[in-house]
């Protein structure tokens, strides 16, 4: 004959309702309660019927995940796919699927959103990014459908759990990181601040020079679609930089490539430091300081907390920040004191 949840809730001293809730993970059960009705579960060979319970709660156990406009510089993007593999880690974990969803505007994009909601394919969505003015943003917010967004959100922000960095405070440190080797020339180079994430970033660079009362000047601030030319140009200035703050590790790697073919040696003449500790930062030469801000936890804990709200639609909004760090490596060094 075979197992049934009253069995294993006979055998545990539990309601059936909890085994039911136990093979749901309700945040709702405590841990020690789990681990009893589980180890019974096990005892007894028994497989719970996902597709059974997805039914019966009207569920998908499907989550989607929504990608920026589909550029194959996106695809490209190691920072996308580490956040995915956290969301994929904790979606094995609570035996939730995944569905990628993206296109090649917003208004693509939003019309693919409408069509998977419409037929019912996932619980829930996870946006991979935070930008003004966003549709699908408000088509989640007015339509009730749980979303969480890694990044800090621009709409709906104390409505909206989000998972995110301090980039403001990332920005900051990495000109007191800078300042401490002895440098007071620091520019900042690739920073797309259509993205939230870089504008916190850049804003956060220029309250750090303020701060240590180094002089802002504009010259030293270029954005993602730079030349030879405009870095060469940095160069030929009377106070050129010592130091760049790069916008991301995947910027970091032509830029670098572009100080060398215009003759300017790294770290001697320039440090050079940037953001997300990508794998191929330890691969470039010399190898890239980078800030690692934990990205395979940026996607578990956002997917954490949308398996919560969808299990529980009362659950409370979330602001998560995830810790950073400087990774040191040969891109800096202090600054011979005769270039001051």
Not at 127 to 135: F, G, N, Q, T
Not at 138 to 154: A, L, N, R, S
Not at 245 to 261: N, S, Y
Not at 284 to 303: C, E, H, R, W
Request: aromatic residues 8%; proline residues 5%.
């Amino acid at each position: 004959m075979a197992v049934t949840i009253k069995d294993i809730a006979k055998r545990a001293n539990v309601a059936t309702s909890t085994v039911s809730r136990v093979i749901q993970d309700s945040p709702k059960i405590s841990e020690a309660t789990k681990a009893r009705v589980r180890k019974e579960m096990k005892a007894l060979g028994y497989e719970p019927n996902y597709s059974a319970q997805s039914l019966a709660n009207r569920m998908t156990q499907s989550l989607g995940i929504i990608m920026p406009e589909a550029d194959v510089s996106i695809f490209q993007n190691p920072f996308f796919l580490e956040s995915i593999r956290g969301i994929s880690e904790l979606s094995n974990e609570k035996n939730f699927t995944m569905a990628i969803v993206t296109g090649r505007d917003d208004t693509e994009l939003l019309s693919r959103v409408r069509m998977m909601t419409r037929a019912n394919r996932v619980d829930g969505f996870i946006v991979l990014y935070s930008k003004p003015e966003d549709p699908v943003v408000d088509f989640f917010h007015h339509e009730k459908i749980p979303y969480t967004v890694i990044g800090k959100p621009q709409q709906y922000v104390s409505e909206t759990t989000h998972v995110d960095n301090d980039n403001f405070q990332a920005g900051k440190d990495v000109v007191t990181y800078l300042y401490e080797l002895g440098h007071r020339r620091i520019a900042y180079v690739g920073a797309d601040t259509a993205r939230t994430v870089h504008k916190e970033r850049v804003r956060g660079y220029q309250a750090a020079l303020g701060e240590l009362n180094l002089e802002w000047d504009s010259r030293y601030l270029i954005g993602t679609s730079f030349t030879n030319d405009d870095i060469a140009a940095l160069f030929q200035l009377d106070t050129p930089p010592t130091a760049m703050i790069v916008g991301d590790d995947i910027v970091a790697l032509p830029l670098q490539r572009t100080l060398q073919q215009i003759g300017v040696r790294l770290p001697e003449q320039c440090s050079l430091i940037s953001f997300n500790n990508l794998t191929l930062a330890d691969m470039m030469n010399p190898p890239l300081t980078s800030v690692d801000i934990d990205i395979f936890k940026l996607g578990y804990q956002a997917a954490k907390s949308l398996i919560e709200k969808i299990q529980d639609p009362k659950e409370m909004t979330k602001h998560i920040i995830v810790p950073h760090r400087i990774v040191e490596r040969a891109s800096c060094t202090r600054i011979n004191e005769e270039r001051l």
